[in-house]
T-cell receptor, first 113, second 116 residues
Framework: QQQVKQSPQSLIVQKGGISIINCAYENTAFDYFPWYQQFPGKGPALLIAIRPDVSEKKEGRFTISFNKSAKQFSLHIMDSQPGDSATYFCAATQETSGSRLTFGEGTQLTVNP | GAVVSQHPSWVICKSGTSVKIECRSLDFQATTMFWYRQFPKQSLMLMAT?????????EQGVEKDKFLINHASLTLSTLTVTSAHPEDSSFYIC????????????FGQGTRLTVV
């Protein structure tokens, strides 16, 4: 059973625009929510992560918004650049379970120049 | 940041042969390593979790006799695909976590396996 649902499946944004990817989870025991960026033929790389005790976290052009009551979190990429074109995965884990990550289905982002 | 090195990056093997993939944590001790499989345009599917010195825990539906995992040291885990068949062709990715930042998992660059 998929416990983390991610949308949209694909996203096309113009350079300079805002990319928004959404995720929803079911397991209320999850307590760590990372986002990963993956380029073709490469392994995922951690982009930014959040814990449920805060509602927002910002690192450069990347922001996570977290809504604990709705069990939703989203990634916002400001001033999107062609170099941001990649597949993005949200994930969730429960630290006490040995940090097994449950991944969303992924979003293929294309930023047009 | 912590570095996880996976080798080889790609491998082509004949059907019926075995292939070993290595995953090394270069600058930290990996107490736990994870092995994933990823099909084109799909998400990562966890295959197994291994802790140093103990047997791997396999996810439901993953054949442990076909995908042998060894985590003999704090810096090395190996995945051996035994008697490989074309349907085993996939992108295999390892990740490691340990002494750097407790919750963060660091990923290798992946191994593209093609069985012909």
């Amino acid at each position: 059973q998929q416990q983390v649902k991610q949308s949209p499946q694909s996203l096309i944004v113009q350079k300079g625009g805002i990319s928004i990817i959404n995720c929803a989870y079911e397991n209320t025991a999850f307590d760590y929510f990372p986002w990963y960026q993956q380029f073709p033929g490469k392994g995922p790389a951690l982009l930014i992560a959040i814990r449920p005790d805060v509602s927002e976290k910002k690192e450069g052009r990347f922001t996570i918004s977290f809504n604990k009551s709705a069990k939703q979190f989203s990634l916002h990429i400001m001033d999107s650049q062609p170099g941001d074109s990649a597949t993005y995965f949200c994930a969730a884990t429960q630290e006490t379970s040995g940090s097994r990550l449950t991944f969303g289905e992924g979003t293929q982002l294309t930023v047009n120049p | 940041g912590a570095v996880v090195s996976q080798h080889p990056s790609w491998v082509i093997c004949k059907s019926g042969t075995s292939v070993k993939i290595e995953c090394r944590s270069l600058d930290f001790q990996a107490t736990t390593m994870f092995w994933y499989r990823q099909f084109p345009k799909q998400s990562l599917m966890l295959m197994a979790t291994s802790n140093e010195g103990s047997k791997a825990t396999y996810e439901q539906g993953v054949e442990k006799d076909k995908f042998l995992i060894n985590h003999a040291s704090l810096t090395l885990s190996t995945l051996t695909v035994t008697s490989a068949h074309p349907e085993d062709s996939s992108f295999y990715i390892c990740s490691a976590m340990g002494t750097v930042r407790d919750t963060e998992a660091f990923f290798g660059q992946g191994t593209r396996l093609t069985v012909v």
